[in-house]
């Protein structure tokens, strides 16, 4: 009895001890810091979505992967106070259900928030190529995102928007 109480106590002590030894520490803002985000000229970005809008037969929702590649143009972008990108994206989604091809192409505005987290906005058009008869037709397209990076060369990447929300893993290039 002693010696379990004994024990009880002496891995409550240990844990108390190393709890005391680390820190919390917040994630550093960047935004105000022009420039201080990873340097890489593209952006490779394998995802899995989901389509729901635009080319979807009658607002039917459809899964779907595809891969997403930005062109990074202005490294300090439109506002030059604070620490943001610009880019050209482009890519390839293919929707399983009908087969339905989306090529996106779109201008993408990051904003580097903290050392872990960034956001971003993708307004552009896409071509769907429709096997099931519709046609290949124009859409609109508007994406907002964030990214959380694990590192400054990988992120995972979420996108929710018109036509498709998506989850990938970004590479810094």
């Known amino acids: 009895?002693?010696?379990s109480i004994f024990a009880g106590v002496l891995a409550a002590a240990a844990a108390t001890g190393l709890a005391g030894e680390s820190e919390a520490r917040a994630d550093e803002s960047i935004i105000k810091n022009p420039g201080d985000h990873p340097s890489y000229r593209f952006e490779a970005e394998p995802h899995g979505l989901i389509g729901f809008g635009g080319p979807f037969q009658a607002g039917h929702t459809d899964f779907g992967a595809g891969f997403r590649g930005t062109i990074v143009l202005v490294d300090n972008g439109f506002v030059k106070t604070i620490n943001n990108s610009v880019g050209i994206g482009f890519g390839g989604d293919v929707f399983f259900r009908h087969g339905t091809l989306f090529i996106p192409v779109v201008m993408q505005w990051n904003f580097w928030l903290s050392t872990h987290?960034?956001?971003?906005?993708?307004?552009g058009l896409g071509i769907a190529a429709n096997p099931w008869g519709n046609g290949d037709v124009v859409n609109?397209?508007?994406?907002?995102?964030?990214r959380y990076h694990f590192t400054d060369r990988i992120a995972l990447t979420m996108r929710v928007g018109y036509p498709s929300v998506s989850v990938g893993v970004s590479f810094f290039l």
């Open 117 to 123: 987290w960034s956001v971003f906005g993708e307004p």
């Open 140 to 146: 609109p397209v508007f994406m907002l995102g964030g």
């Open 1 to 3: 009895m002693v010696s």
